[in-house]
């Protein structure tokens, strides 16, 4: 019996999903804080198998089973994130000045559809705050840092560029690889980067790719993105040389849906995440994979809740999976579930390694 689910989740669940998610992270950061707790956690947690340990960017990521941007904003919980099993992180979305994000309710869940909905508005300690947090504890695993532009419609055109920018630059010395969140709204007209003209000024201003020293760069695309549009922008990206994809970022649209429409038309606007989207966010993956020949790693996220999930994505094309939905409805040992089911994978299909789950 998964006693999160039978005994804490229903506490939670009680509490408003932006409540629950901030006692969350307040627990998790004093764990975090305390060695003694995490040394204990990983005797619990962790789970070690040699098949599923991959060399990346010359980083050694243990398992393919990682935390996804948005669910520890600040930094807080690294070293417990490392203890329960997960084989990286990634935090953020970091920003240039710090934001309180949008006012309360901003963060719903969707239980008939195992789905959240967030209008989070990017709140953060700023940049400056969390670079300086990471760098006093600092976990082993690799970390990725992933930045967005400040949340202000003020900012825009070369504003917004060199706010990129102020953050890449604090994260360069600390980040193991660093993901450009480039789907949140950037400018006063409402486009983001993910229009390619915008893309390519954003990467040259970056200088992305100029810098062999530089840790790794990935772009992350909405899951909403056209096959048509998604192709122009990857081509965009690779004219860039960036390292990596992350697929994909939330949902503007309310599809795959089966709560009450009209508890979702109260919602209101947001960022859809979980099941829901699952099945459009292997497709962007399977759609990266086929334009880049495969030959660039790519970070899968949208609707990982078990093994099966992540070898959808793996087969797909995915490198590297990352979960934050999932650890909301299956709790904090999702990350050793999954690596064990993914170690029996690989034993039961005569396998030797994770890369070649995608050959079966």
Not at 163 to 191: E, H
Not at 214 to 238: C, M, N, T, Y
Not at 294 to 304: D, P, R, S
Not at 333 to 345: F, G
Request: aromatic fraction near 8%.
């Amino acid at each position: 019996m998964n006693f999160y689910k039978a005994a804490v989740r229903p506490i939670l669940f009680n509490l408003s999903a932006d409540k629950a998610h901030d006692l969350t992270i307040d627990i998790a950061s004093f764990v975090s804080n305390h060695q003694w707790i995490t040394k204990t956690v990983e005797k619990v947690y962790s789970r070690e198998h040699p098949g599923l340990c991959q060399k990346i960017w010359g980083l050694t990521f243990d398992n393919p089973i990682g935390v996804a941007a948005g669910f520890d904003k600040n930094g807080h919980t690294t070293h417990l994130m490392e203890a329960l099993g997960f084989g990286f992180m990634e935090v953020g979305s970091i920003t240039a000045n710090a934001s309180t994000g949008n006012p309360l309710p901003r963060s719903w869940r969707l239980p008939e559809d195992e789905s959240l909905i967030n209008r989070l508005g990017l709140n953060n300690d700023g940049a400056k705050t969390i670079i300086k947090r990471i760098v006093q504890s600092r976990p082993t695993f690799p970390l990725g840092v992933n930045i967005a532009k400040t949340h202000n419609q003020d900012i825009s055109g070369q504003k917004a560029l060199d706010d990129y920018k102020f953050s890449l630059d604090l994260a360069k010395p600390v980040a193991d690889f660093i993901t450009l969140n480039i789907s949140c709204p950037n400018t006063k007209d409402g486009k983001t980067f993910e229009d390619p003209e915008l893309l390519s000024q954003l990467l040259k201003h970056l200088e992305i790719g100029k810098d062999a020293t530089d840790p790794p760069v990935l772009v992350k695309f909405s899951v909403d993105l056209s096959r048509e549009k998604l192709e122009e922008l990857i081509e965009v990206a690779e004219s860039y040389a960036v390292s990596g994809y992350v697929a994909t970022n939330t949902s503007s649209l309310r599809e795959n849906l089966t709560s009450p429409a009209k508890s979702i038309k109260r919602i209101g606007r947001g960022g859809l995440s979980g099941k829901a989207i699952s099945d459009k966010s292997t497709a962007v993956i399977s759609t990266i994979s086929e334009f880049t020949k495969g030959e660039k790693t790519i970070i899968g996220v949208g609707g990982v809740f078990t093994a099966e999930d992540a070898v959808e994505k793996i087969k797909a094309g995915a490198d590297l999976i990352q979960i934050y939905t999932g650890m909301v409805y299956e709790g904090p040992s999702i990350a050793k579930s999954i690596n064990k089911a993914l170690a029996a994978y690989l034993d039961k299909h005569s396998l030797d390694h994770i890369y070649q789950v995608r050959m079966t």
